[in-house]
Nanobody, 127 residues
Framework: QVQLVESGGGLVQTGGSLRLSCAAS????????MGWFRQTPGKEREFVAC????????YYANSVKGRFTISRDNAKNTVYLQMNSLKPEDTAVYYC????????????????????WGQGIQVTVSS
C-alpha cells in the first residue's frame, strides 16, 4: 500500500511558476512508476507527465511540453512537477499517481494502470 500526498499548489499569475511535490509513504518508492494528472470540473482526468522508476525516462502531454518538468528523488520518496510559464488553461486539480506494474509508461498509458492516487491539489492561474 502506498499513500501519496501532494503539496505546493496555489494561486499564481499567468507566466508564473509553481513546483508541486508528491510525497509517498513506504520503502519501495523506487519500484513505482509515477505520473501527474489534472482534472477540471466536468472533464475527464488528463495526463500531464510521467517518469520511470529510475527517473531516466519522462513523457509529457503536448500541452505542457517545454514548460513542465517531472523529476523524482527516490531517496526522499518524492516526485516533483516544476511548472513554468503557467497559463490560465493550466488551472485544475493536480493528482499524482503511482503504479507498481513493470511496464513502460508513456503519454498514452491508461489511467487505470496507476494503482494509487493522491487526494489532489488545486492550481489556479489567474489571467
Amino acid at each position: 500500500q502506498v499513500q501519496l500526498v501532494e503539496s505546493g499548489g496555489g494561486l499564481v499569475q499567468t507566466g508564473g511558476s509553481l513546483r508541486l511535490s508528491c510525497a509517498a509513504s513506504g520503502r519501495t518508492f523506487s519500484s513505482y512508476g509515477m505520473g501527474w494528472f489534472r482534472q477540471t470540473p466536468g472533464k475527464e482526468r488528463e495526463f500531464v507527465a510521467c517518469i520511470s522508476r529510475g527517473g531516466s525516462s519522462t513523457y509529457y502531454a503536448n500541452s505542457v511540453k517545454g514548460r513542465f518538468t517531472i523529476s523524482r528523488d527516490n531517496a526522499k520518496n518524492t516526485v516533483y512537477l516544476q511548472m513554468n510559464s503557467l497559463k490560465p488553461e493550466d488551472t485544475a486539480v493536480y493528482y499524482c499517481a503511482a503504479t507498481y506494474l513493470r511496464i513502460t509508461l508513456s503519454e498514452s498509458t491508461p489511467t487505470n494502470v496507476y494503482n494509487y492516487w493522491g487526494q489532489g491539489i488545486q492550481v489556479t492561474v489567474s489571467s
